[in-house]
């Protein structure tokens, strides 16, 4: 593919944009970083018109095949790249000519290294400074004494199970640099909004505040009407963590989401649903914060929250029995905590 073939657009539909373009390297968890079963199942399915999801046993990638090459949203994990670049191969007979990542987490964002001979890495600037040093946030948040490194004694879900193959230099600590050595660093970041042409498509890429983590990208497929929204967003499905944001924070972020005009939604983990999702999702995290606040008022502890908060309303959602109880435990964390 060559650069003429496919542009880079900031400024054309979104003039506050800033794009910086340097085609070399630029300056608790949601879920497992690995899936935890040996030989997870990896599938493909449509999404609608050229735009796909794949996925692990526990995650989402999402993939747009134009006319000149593929648009890849997250690498995910490295198998799961060779996997599926020998799929884009024999389905599309096409090369990736972008990758995108969400966020800076990584288990979405490793891996990449499978799809580096041909394509341009596109991330939020934020995304950049946090891979060039320092722990990811979902992992700082277990960093219990501060010293800015990641004990084997205060890793959790993947960054646990994937220990001994990060710990590269064997001091039974992880570094940032160990932990981002298989994220191939960003080539283009951008600040507000940005636009990339590929061929006949179109995609945009929108930079909600903070939630979840303070660099996430929303991925807009305008044609195919639908939006990407990774972790910090879920289709009638709980979080596993609100890694420490407030609902309000929340809420301004999501209404970033709610701005952009689009029917379909993905996320990161568990099942597409639509833009009513996104007040649903809403919804759950306000009486969540309503229930808790309640029965801090009442001086209620955690441990009695977390048994008597049922939020019954959201029995059908995903990961319920699974969930419910810590977020409701976080949620008091939250609100109890004194600023």
Not at 81 to 96: I, Q
Not at 229 to 250: C, I, K, M, N, W
Request: proline share 3%; aromatic share 8%.
């Amino acid at each position: 593919m060559s650069t003429t073939e496919r542009s880079i657009n900031s400024a054309a539909i979104f003039p506050v944009a800033c794009l910086t373009l340097a085609l070399t390297a630029c300056g608790i968890q949601e879920d497992s970083q690995t899936d935890g079963s040996a030989e997870p199942p990896f599938t493909i399915r449509n999404v609608t018109g050229n735009l796909y999801e794949a996925r692990t046993a526990t995650h989402n990638a999402v993939f747009l095949a134009t006319t000149e090459g593929i648009i890849v949203v997250d690498p995910l994990r490295a198998d799961f790249a060779e996997w599926l670049e020998g799929e884009l191969a024999a389905r599309f007979g096409s090369e990736v000519e972008y990758v995108i990542y969400s966020h800076h987490h990584p288990d979405h964002v490793a891996g990449g290294q499978v799809f580096a001979d041909t394509a341009i890495f596109v991330g939020h600037e934020n995304t950049a400074a946090r891979l060039e040093g320092g722990l990811p946030s979902n992992a700082a948040l277990s960093d219990a004494n501060g010293n800015g490194t990641l004990e084997r004694s205060e890793a959790a879900g993947g960054y646990l199970n994937s220990f001994d193959s990060m710990d590269t230099d064997g001091d039974g600590s992880l570094s940032g640099a160990e932990i981002n050595a298989a994220t191939v660093p960003l080539d283009v970041t951008y600040t507000e909004q940005m636009m990339l042409t590929l061929g006949d498509s179109t995609v945009e890429l929108h930079h909600p505040s903070a939630a979840h983590s303070a660099d996430t990208t929303i991925v807009l497929f305008p044609n195919e009407r639908a939006a990407f929204t990774v972790d910090f967003l879920h289709a009638q499905r709980f979080p596993g963590t609100l890694s420490g944001y407030t609902v309000d924070e929340y809420e301004a972020a999501l209404a970033t989401v709610e701005a952009l005009d689009f029917d379909i939604l993905v996320a990161g983990h568990g099942n597409a649903g639509t833009k009513a999702d996104v007040n649903g999702f809403l919804g759950l995290l306000r009486d969540l914060e309503s229930d808790v606040m309640a029965g801090v008022a009442e001086g209620l502890d955690r441990e009695t929250l977390q048994e008597t908060i049922l939020l019954a309303d959201y029995s059908d959602w995903l990961l319920y029995e699974e969930r419910r109880a810590n977020l409701v435990g976080e949620m008091y964390d939250i609100l109890a905590t004194p600023e």
